[in-house]
């Protein structure tokens, strides 16, 4: 979506986004919920207000990992220009529970290198992006950010990447063409409905929330 100054703006909508599905499952599908829970538990999700989803760089969330002595004791502590393993993930999610008590929550300003050629650099920060991931449980659910609208900069950060992308190369020079034409600041994210279904319910396994699962053994039906 396009945004005026800020692509925390489009942070805001998606936000807002899920609490509606949240305060809709609750509201609509309670006594379908608690089936669930009654063969799965787990802690009733915390469905945040508008306006008060609780926001972390993603620094912040390698600080408390560094400190938690949990992830202290396996010697492999995370940088906070690395990236996090899924451990080290749900680590973090217990992590802020405790310390917050919060079910769902946002990492912002991920490392560039993390993110692919399209993703904006942070104006204060060159290591950092304007990206972020939403969690729930622990577990990413979504991840987004303002994508780069200025095709000079857009092919500068392609032929940086390692290995280097070609703006020219098929299949991409339409891509990079069509900002030469002009496009509003914009950014968004992408989430799967299997996988939101999974976290939310704080099932064991993600096939679990999917009518006909794939997996490397499974194609049919």
Do not use: C, W
């Not at 390692?162 to 600041?185: C, K, Q, W």
């Not at 939101?196 to 993600?206: A, H, M, S, W």
């Amino acid at each position: 979506m396009a945004f005026e100054e800020h692509y925390h703006e489009v942070l805001e909508l998606l936000e807002k986004l899920f609490i509606y599905i949240f305060r809709g499952l609750k509201e609509r599908f309670s006594d379908d919920i608690e089936v669930v829970r009654k063969q799965y538990p787990v802690h009733e999700f915390k469905i945040p207000e508008v306006g008060k989803v609780l926001r972390l760089s993603f620094a912040e969330g390698v600080r408390m990992l560094v400190e938690d002595k949990a992830v202290a004791a396996e010697g492999n502590p995370p940088s906070e220009l690395g990236d996090l393993n899924i451990a080290q993930e749900k680590r973090l999610g217990e992590l802020i529970h405790a310390k917050y008590g919060e079910d769902f929550y946002v990492l912002d300003n991920f490392p560039l290198a993390l993110r692919p050629f399209y993703a904006m650099p942070s104006p204060t920060d060159p290591q950092l992006s304007n990206a972020y991931d939403i969690f729930i449980r622990g577990e990413e659910i979504m991840s987004g950010g303002q994508r780069i609208h200025d095709p000079k900069l857009l092919e500068e950060r392609m032929r940086s990447m390692n290995p280097p992308i070609d703006p020219d190369s098929d299949g991409l020079r339409d891509y990079v063409e069509a900002f030469r034409y002009g496009a509003p600041l914009h950014g968004g994210g992408g989430i799967g409905l299997e996988r939101f279904v999974f976290l939310y319910l704080g099932i064991p396994n993600i096939r679990m929330a999917s009518a006909f699962p794939r997996d490397p053994h499974r194609l049919r039906p």
